[in-house]
């Protein structure tokens, strides 16, 4: 017999158990959730001058301004 191992994704609805040491770790039943980010000081300034720089042209590209807070 042969079984079927199903995966779904973290759903908002669901119930779900954050447990908080250093870092808040949540956890749902049957879902797979992996999270990665990076703080604001671990990427160097020229790197993030970088991505702040795509980021406004894609935006003006869209016709977004990206002087426009919010």
Do not use: Y
């Not at 017999?1 to 250093?22: A, E, G, Y």
């Not at 770790?25 to 959730?33: E, F, N, P």
């Amino acid at each position: 017999m042969r079984s079927v191992l199903l995966m779904r994704f973290f759903n908002p609805h669901d119930d779900l158990l954050i447990t908080q040491r250093k870092l808040p770790h949540w956890a749902q039943d049957g879902s797979v959730v992996l999270i990665t980010w990076r703080t604001l000081d671990s990427m160097p300034q020229d790197v993030l001058a970088a991505w702040r720089a795509e980021r406004n042209r894609w935006l003006v590209a869209h016709g977004i301004d990206p002087t426009v807070k919010g």
